[in-house]
């Protein structure tokens, strides 16, 4: 039994492979129409693909009929377009006709229908590639293109207008990714501007009908293009260049006028000069060598012509500070010469026109640094002229401390003030300049704070006459210590002539002065003459004999000269004191005037640095009464 | 002296100046006679294959669209169904190009022609059943409106066209009429969406047609022999 069972069950399963394998050939499956393509619209192809073939060699067979006959047609050609394939030829191609096509799969054991496809051959055309592309690079005025041009496939019948066939191209550099296409309509040229140079391009050219598919894209055409600069950016290369050549010459002819553009763009801001005069020095604290520079030696003028002086009338200052560092100004520093304009009624000098003419700040350095004046031309003709005229002089006198230099002060100082009580004769504290030296004033009369101890070449010196004109000159010299410094103020000849007390002393021989007390190191001024034009010439006395016209102060020991007063136009009166009798004539004088004297109160000492404009009126002083002193502060001249 | 004479012979003949001028009678619908400006021969084919092209492409936009929106996707494919064949003309229309080759240029001519003016009234009725859909697209219907008065032009131009070229003066434009509706069927409905798809493909194989016969008649015109080569 169970023999039969193993035997059965191995014949079985030796017979049921063969059987099976029998069973597997089917009737085929079932085809389907992949495709129909008409490459000119006069032919066409249609393709399947084949089912399962159901184990068994199997046939395929087209069948189709036209849209309204029920004739059935066998394919004509298989072989023509390849395996699976159909093609119709030209006799057999209707268009406009829907063709009605089933594809039978046949093999042994059966056959097997695909479903039936519609196809109008017009609607399923589909061209060949462009042939002949061509792609040229051409040059034009923007640089290079590209020029493509192409042939419709060769079985299109275009040119009867059987069909109409529509080209597109597409264009990438090499190693770009993505395409640029562009429609062409049915032109067979095409141009592409706006190249890479040096690049090299890709073209590809494909078609369609109005009615049909895309043709495939044609084999790739490469091209170079050649290098070149684009226009625009030559242009720019040329004017970058272009500016670069302007900038470098002007950069190299402001480098060879670097000066002189500097200057145009940057003007020196004019500082302060005089002539002579060392800052560095001054920084360093030693006024004396400071303003020993500028002293000039030849000054006062000593020339014995007293005749160019026009001295109107003096103004005098008083230091009563020490100042031994003058504030490196000009004016104030310096002494303060100035002479003034015929349009000029402020003295401008700072603390030199004050009123007190106790000027601290009056700077005994004269300097003949055009600068500090006002108008420096006349000065320094006037200075030069003094330097001159005092050269000639021999009895000029000379100032111990100052070496040579300008003269800045009129021996006569006498204070104008006020330390001393009413009843005190205010002398004037003409103390001077000894103790300091030369550094801030030069005085003619170092010591000797005499009128006539100074002798003015009262020359008129016709170089500054004539530059002045109607000149006033007036002089302030400060001493360190409270210096009073007399002005000679030249004023308008006109004037000086009334004003002029001093001229008094022409006559005499004594010219008054201040006496000084000669502990201090005091100038006597002597004044030796006034000369016609009102000048007073003056000369020191210390130094001196006795000049031609010595005045003497009196007794010795006496420094101080007493001051009748100040007149309207500013001028000191000076009195003599011993000699009564010219006082008288001073009082005339005065009376000639109209003026009256009076006394000023004596200013304070501190206001001796006050600046303004000094009280324009001088009042003349009592003529005699006192053998004191006037206070000048008030009496200083404005201007 | 010769000035005067072309002016005096000017004067006197000025009629037939004015005639030789007109060659062509345009007549309108009314039948009277009215001049026209004469055009040459091949621009005014160029005009009407100019017509012709764009027709086709407008049908063939119509007709997608109206696939798109209405036509269940099964049916589509430009399939004919059975019974919404295309409605067959009067005389055979050649089907292959060597067929077409055969035919002479009146034929070819009158070919067109006759597609003309089938479509005429069909076009007319389409534009009314495509009204009544409620969601047609508004530019199915411009289309469509559109195809209608062009394919009236270019019945014109067609005729014109003969005359000129075929000195055939028999042939009169025809009438629009606001015809009866052939069927009077539901619109949206499968089958009538079936019919008005169906009219859309004939009208645009048609259009196709009237299309190719003019550029074949034009290349004909140009160059005989070259024509035929192919």
């Keep these: ?639 | 002296m010769h000035i005067m004479q072309s002016v005096v012979w000017a004067v006197l003949l000025w009629p037939c100046l004015v005639s030789l001028g007109v060659p062509l009678e345009c007549k309108d619908e009314q039948g009277s006679i009215i001049l026209c400006a004469s055009i040459s021969k091949e621009k005014l084919l160029d005009r009407v294959i100019q017509h012709a092209e764009l027709i086709y492409r407008v049908s063939e936009e119509s007709c997608t669209l109206f696939e798109e929106m209405f036509v269940p996707f099964p049916m589509r494919s430009q399939r004919n169904q059975a019974g919404y064949t295309c409605a067959t003309k009067a005389f055979p229309i050649p089907g292959s190009k060597s067929e077409i080759q055969q035919i002479s240029d009146k034929w070819l001519l009158h070919s067109v022609l006759i597609l003309v003016q089938s479509w005429i009234e069909p076009l007319v009725y389409l534009q009314t059943t495509l009204d009544r859909y409620d969601d047609a697209p508004d530019t199915l219907l411009k289309k469509t409106k559109w195809v209608s008065e062009k394919l009236l032009s270019l019945e014109q131009g067609v005729v014109v066209l003969i005359r000129k070229m075929l000195d055939d003066d028999m042939l009169t434009t025809s009438y629009y009429e606001q015809g009866v509706a052939p069927y009077a069927l539901q619109p949206e409905v499968l089958e009538s969406v079936l019919r008005d798809y169906t009219l859309l493909s004939c009208f645009k194989k048609d259009a196709h047609k009237m299309e190719t016969f003019l550029k074949l008649l034009k290349c004909r015109q140009t160059d005989k022999y070259s024509c035929f080569l192919h």
């Design chain 1, 1 to 639: 039994m169970m023999w039969r069972d193993v035997g059965v069950t191995l014949i079985l399963s030796l017979i049921l492979p063969v059987v099976a394998q029998g069973a597997r050939h089917t009737p085929p499956g079932k085809p389907k129409l992949t495709s129909c393509r008409s490459p000119d619209k006069e032919t066409f192809t249609c393709w399947w693909e084949a089912g399962s073939d159901g184990g068994r060699p199997t046939t395929y067979s087209l069948f189709y009929h036209k849209e309204n006959s029920e004739t059935v047609y066998e394919c004509p050609d298989y072989h023509t377009a390849g395996a699976n394939s159909c093609f119709f030829s030209k006799n057999e191609t209707s268009i406009w006709v829907n063709y009605n096509i089933t594809v039978v799969a046949t093999n042994a054991l059966g056959n097997n229908f695909s479903d039936p496809v519609d196809v109008d051959v017009v609607y399923i055309v589909q061209p060949h590639t462009p042939e002949n592309v061509t792609v040229g690079v051409l040059e034009d005025e923007d640089g290079p293109f590209l020029r493509v041009s192409w042939e419709p496939p060769s079985k299109a019948d275009t040119r009867s207008g059987w069909i109409t066939l529509i080209y597109e191209l597409r264009v990438k550099l090499e190693e770009a990714e993505e395409w640029e296409e562009h429609r062409a309509g049915q032109q067979k040229m095409f141009n592409i501007f706006s190249l890479h140079s040096g690049g090299v391009y890709m073209v590809q050219v494909r078609c369609k009908p109005d009615h049909g598919f895309w043709s495939e894209w044609s084999t790739a055409s490469y091209v170079i293009v050649p290098d070149y600069i684009p226009r625009e950016r030559s242009m720019w290369i040329l004017i970058a260049v272009f500016s670069a050549f302007i900038f470098l010459i002007l950069t190299w002819i402001i480098t060879l006028n670097r000066s002189s553009v500097k200057h145009c763009l940057l003007p020196p801001v004019p500082g302060p000069k005089i002539k002579g005069f060392d800052q560095q020095l001054l920084k360093k604290g030693k006024p004396e060598e400071v303003f020993n520079s500028l002293v000039v030696q030849s000054f006062p003028p000593r020339s014995t012509d007293y005749e160019d002086l026009l001295v109107e009338y003096l103004e005098v200052y008083v230091n009563e500070k020490q100042e031994l560092m003058p504030e490196g100004k000009d004016l104030q520093d310096v002494g303060c010469l100035k002479s003034k304009s015929q349009s000029d009624n402020d003295s401008g000098r700072g603390s030199c026109d004050s009123h007190t003419l106790l000027m601290e700040k009056c700077g005994g350095v004269e300097s003949k640094d055009e600068s500090s004046y006002e108008e420096p031309e006349l000065l320094q003709g006037q200075a030069g002229s003094w330097e001159r005229l005092e050269r000639g002089d021999s009895q000029v006198v000379d100032t111990p401390d100052s070496s040579d230099g300008r003269v800045k002060t009129w021996p006569l100082v006498f204070s104008p003030s006020i330390h001393g009580s009413s009843d005190n004769h205010h002398y004037g504290t003409l103390e001077m300049p000894k103790q300091h030296s030369t550094s801030e004033i030069t005085y003619s009369v170092p010591d000797h704070l005499f009128p006539t101890s100074t002798s003015f070449p009262h020359h008129h010196h016709p170089e500054y006459r004539d530059s002045l004109g109607e000149y006033s000159e007036y002089r302030c010299s400060r001493s360190p210590s409270t210096g009073v410094a007399y002005h000679w103020e030249a004023r308008h000849p006109t004037q000086a002539h009334s004003n002029f007390n001093i001229r008094n002393l022409e006559r005499q021989k004594e010219a008054t002065g201040l006496g000084l007390p000669p502990s201090r190191s005091m100038e006597y001024v002597e004044v030796q003459k006034v000369n016609q034009e009102n000048q007073l010439v003056l000369k020191p006395l210390s130094s001196h004999g006795r000049g031609p016209f010595q005045v003497q102060f009196g007794r010795a020991g006496v420094d101080y000269s007493k001051v009748n007063g100040v007149n309207n136009d500013n001028v000191l009166l000076l009195q003599r004191q011993r000699e009564m009798a010219e006082a008288g004539q001073y009082c005339n004088y005065r009376e000639k005037e109209g003026a009256e004297a009076e006394r000023y109160p004596t200013q304070q000492q501190g206001k001796t640095t006050k600046d303004g404009p000094v009280a324009t009126q001088l009042q003349e002083s009592t003529c005699l009464t006192t053998s004191g002193y006037v206070d000048t502060a008030p009496t200083m001249p404005t201007f």
